[in-house]
């Protein structure tokens, strides 16, 4: 199986703040890479498909980026309704693998 | 935009089956592909399976052929029957459409989530 891991495991930022959420997997994956965002409570919702494109109806002050083994995630301008969790999720290799999860909150 | 809904026991003794449903409304369970993913609580996501709507079917070598997801095309509804529970599989179970266009892998519609709690 692809081991997927995230850094860091959770993080504080003020509203306004750049947010970067790094994603590695432990094999060569392509682009096949995914984030989803995780609200208390809530099923995750999928924001970054295929590494970099931004799902509809996302705004665009997420974003997604990388290749290979390494990813990244950033959320260009924090917002308070932003505070959840962030998962990346790999599709390269069966079976589908999950990293553990970016807890973002509020400083 | 597609609406998925699992229903099913909330409580389920050890050794015993798991039966879900997810009901597709809003939208075909035909041309796409449907998905079980858990989470166990205070935990991360866990990928189950998948089935087309043709009925092909891949799962997580993980649960070690314990699970097994089915389709109903004449109800827009897919199952999941997950045998020989143990305490470890009590998670809130989410059935999700996951979209192949363009060969992309997209999780673009989830349910709300079902909570399992497995224990005598």
């Known amino acids: 199986d692809i081991q997927m891991t995230q850094s860091p495991s959770s993080l504080s930022a003020s509203v306004g703040d750049r947010v970067t959420v790094t994603c590695q997997a432990t094999?060569?994956?392509?682009?096949?890479l995914n984030w989803f965002q995780q609200k208390p409570g809530k099923a995750p919702k999928l924001l970054i498909y295929d590494a970099s494109n931004l799902e509809i109806g996302v705004p665009s002050r997420f974003s997604g980026s990388g290749s290979g083994t390494d990813f990244t995630f950033t959320i260009s301008s924090l917002q308070p309704e932003d505070i959840a969790t962030y998962y990346c999720?790999?599709?390269?290799?069966?079976?589908?693998?999950f990293g553990p999860g970016t807890k973002v909150d509020i400083k | 935009q597609v609406q998925l809904q699992e229903s099913g026991p909330g409580l389920v003794r050890p050794s015993e089956t798991l039966s879900l449903t997810c009901t597709v409304s809003r939208g075909s369970i035909s041309g796409f592909f449907w998905s079980w993913i858990r989470q166990p609580p205070g935990k991360g996501l866990e990928w189950i399976g998948y089935i087309h709507y043709t009925g092909s079917t891949s799962y997580n070598p993980s649960l070690k052929s314990r699970a097994t997801i089915s389709v109903d095309t004449s109800r827009d509804h897919f199952s999941l029957r997950l045998s020989s529970l143990t305490a470890a599989d009590t998670a809130v179970y989410y059935c999700?459409?996951?979209?192949?266009?363009?060969?992309?892998?997209?999780?673009?519609?989830w349910g709300q989530g079902a909570l399992v709690t497995v224990s005598s």
């Open positions: 999700t459409r996951l979209n192949r266009t363009g060969g992309y892998h997209r999780f673009d519609s």
């Open positions: 999720q790999q599709y390269n290799h069966l079976p589908i693998t």
């Open positions: 094999q060569d994956i392509s682009t096949y």
